[in-house]
Each structure stands twice: as structure tokens, then as C-alpha cells.
């Protein structure tokens, strides 16, 4: 973990769980066919298949990930399509991009608001 990181936020980024694995596409598909794990490819391609703001409640799955690539390339095209769903937050189109950061926050809230609820 970065040491600011980990200071700015109080110690609370030790709490969001976090994995380092080889291959995360196979890791991925594991996840999917062993615990039910709905994975999103966050992307800024206009023509992903879900838009944040358009995602209503109970369309995002209760077990889920979201994958983020780094600001200055993103995710690599095979990546992003070994995930089940390419998300992308809708920007004014006078914004190119969000901080990586930013970007994580914006989707990670906005997904646990949208997620299936169980009864």
C-alpha cells in the first residue's frame, strides 16, 4: 500500500478489500463460476453496455467487482471484454477523463447504491 494513501485515509484503505493475482482474466472467470462474482470493466467507451447514472437499483449484482486500469491507458481491450459488463460514469462531453481515483469512488458508491438487496 502507498504510505500517504493509507495516512490521508486514516488507516480505512486497509479495510477495502484488495488481491494481487497473475492473471486476472482467469481469475475473473473463476470468480464468476465459483461464487456467482458479476465483474464491471470500468471503461470511458461510449459504447459500453451500462451507464452508471442509467443503471437503476437492483440491476448491479450482489456479488460483484469492478476493474480499473491505470490513468494513462486503462484497461487492455481483452480485459475489459473478459468481464461481464463494460461501465462507464457519463461525463459532460467537455470532460476527457477522471482521475483513477475519482473515477474508483464515483463507481464504487454508485454501484453499492444500485446492487441487489437481499430480503
Not at 464468476?32 to 470500468?42: C, H, I, K, L, N
Request: with cysteine.
Amino acid at each position: 500500500f502507498y504510505r500517504r494513501c493509507v495516512i490521508v485515509s486514516m488507516g480505512h484503505a486497509l479495510t477495502v478489500p484488495s488481491v494481487r493475482v497473475r492473471d486476472l482474466s482467469s481469475t475473473l472467470k473463476s470468480l464468476r463460476e465459483s461464487f456467482e462474482v458479476v465483474s464491471y470493466a470500468a471503461v470511458i467507451d461510449k459504447d459500453a453496455d451500462m451507464v452508471l447514472e442509467e443503471t437503476k437499483r437492483g440491476q448491479i449484482a450482489q456479488n460483484w467487482c469492478c476493474v480499473l486500469g491505470n490513468e494513462g491507458n486503462g484497461l487492455t481491450k481483452g480485459l475489459a471484454l473478459s468481464c461481464d459488463h463494460r461501465l462507464r460514469i457519463d461525463m459532460s462531453e467537455e470532460v476527457d477523463s477522471l482521475s483513477v481515483g475519482i473515477a474508483a469512488g464515483i463507481l464504487m458508491h454508485g454501484m453499492q447504491e444500485r446492487e441487489q438487496k437481499i430480503n
